[in-house]
């Protein structure tokens, strides 16, 4: 699948993916007068809004685009209706030809890093049945727990030509807390990085490993200390945009090749309308605004690389 | 409800909650059965059967024990209809009158955090509506991110009057890979510790923190230590049983008022039929073989403690 990403990137050339976050805040009021007359001010209204929402994004930027990344919380808020609506979120994208980057950052130990691993990439075994659940391409991992917790997910990984992101350095404020403490004079994040690398060593696409990184665009400093430390290491670069990342932060992300990085907004592309510089496309075109949104990240990346 | 939750450890006098990690391996064969006659081996026949094995196994032992901690993995393997079956089982547990404590391990920022918040333990907005979710008691966090990823559960545990534990000392072989790593002279985990008593000063309970910490039982020179970094938080023990943990391990885990731990056991409560020790009960009896498991476990405890 890490070849799969990087052919579409190539393809695209935009080494960027749409994160599929939809608070109910950024719905736009039809959408949301449409969903509750339909199921009511409930678990299931909210649901729908929020996959109406995805669809018309999806179909809007679908062509411009490797990949997308749903983030399971903002679903999972609205309960099993929430699951649901992010279940047809991740069937959908696939349809449309999308790598789907399940954002779910679980991490846990044995068995249940096993189910996690099965019930998001892999397959469960049901009597004499094996079944998808959820069937994301890739998903983010917590690394907290250390490899009893990530070795789950890499078999699951080369059976099934998947992937996964593991967090190393994340984009906000208070990342640091833990994860820049020095060990041995060497900050946390990049012994994690170390081990993200050595995780990835066995299981290695055509230049690409199938285990990637997370590194936030907001700490451009440590994205490049850490593109050296993992050099054959896709990182996913969240923290553009709305968190504060810029294009320019972004060259030290990449290799020489060109390659190495994908850089995520979520907020900044599917709230677009909500900007003053997109405004005059509405709420009804929430979506065209979304693409237009896209084609600028896509100028402002190139530009960064150029 | 931590409150509630001490309240109910002294009434019953255990310090136990059962782990409701119902691998599908664990479910005796006339469960399995019955399900899938009903629903073929399919996810909704294999939700359907860790939801009945669930059943039993509550009904058999909710007399004994103030909480239960059903394990999020082994329902979301089975996608929406494992969904379904864990939303089952939390609500069934309310009604039988055990805290219930969803071990999901979440962790992530801003607003993606809230949403974790609001879906497990509070309430979501949808319209001029605010709706439960999921609605456990208790929940899990990963501390991998900081504060950003803490405090909107905080925040949320203050407004419901509900709790949490910080993932601190993982009971997991591999654990010590980063938790153990040393920081200025001190491992992660105690660093993590000192910052959970941090955030838990603002959140008290009568005696205990809303912000509990997770140490396992296999390590208890570890436990010891924590035990004096954060004295007014409740430690949620897992290892105990299956992963090796003794009840000799755990006195140093409480307090000298003979609180501040309660003791996790899943496979050797729920699964405790297939022990050479409770044989006699045989599958039919899986249930009954599980309440003198929990029997055995608090004579076990009772007696380190003494």
Chains 1, 2 share one sequence.
Not at 59 to 86: S, T
Not at 221 to 232: C, I
Not at 265 to 275: F, L, P
Request: with cysteine.
């Amino acid at each position: 699948m890490i070849n799969t990403l990087i052919e579409k990137i190539k393809k695209t050339n935009a080494p960027i993916v749409v994160g599929l976050d939809p608070m109910l805040a950024y719905t736009p009021g039809h959408i949301q007068k449409k969903a509750f007359a339909e199921y009511g001010e409930t678990l299931a209204g909210a649901a729908e809004a929020v996959w109406q929402f995805n669809k018309g994004i999806v179909d809007a930027v679908c062509d411009l685009i490797p990949a997308v990344k749903p983030q399971i919380a903002m679903y999972e808020q609205f309960g099993i209706e929430g699951m649901k609506a992010f279940a047809k979120t991740v069937d959908y994208c696939k349809e449309k030809g999308l790598v789907v980057i399940g954002d779910v950052k679980r991490g846990d130990i044995g068995s249940t890093a096993v189910a996690y691993a099965v019930g998001h990439l892999g397959k469960v075994t049901v009597g004499s049945n094996s079944l998808y659940s959820f069937n994301e391409d890739f998903v983010t991992v917590n690394p907290y727990l250390g490899s009893d917790g990530v070795n789950p997910f890499i078999k699951v990984c080369k059976e099934e030509k998947k992937g996964i992101f593991v967090l190393v350095k994340t984009s906000n404020p208070s990342s640091g807390e833990f994860q820049d403490r020095l060990v041995e004079g060497k900050p946390l994040y990049e012994i994690v990085g170390e081990q993200v690398a050595r995780w990835g060593e066995d299981c290695m696409g055509d230049s690409y490993s199938y285990v990637g990184a997370v590194v936030g665009a907001t700490y451009p400093e440590q994205g490049k200390l850490l593109r050296k430390v993992m050099p054959k290491t896709f990182i996913l670069v969240p923290g553009y945009g709305a968190q504060g990342g810029k294009g320019a932060d972004l060259a030290h992300f990449f290799n020489e090749d060109g390659l190495g990085a994908i850089i995520s907004s979520s907020r900044g592309i599917i709230a677009a309308y909500k900007q003053e510089k997109y405004a005059s496309y509405g709420e009804e075109g929430y979506a065209d605004a979304a693409r237009a949104a896209v084609i600028d990240m896509r100028e402002d990346i190139a530009g960064a690389l150029a």
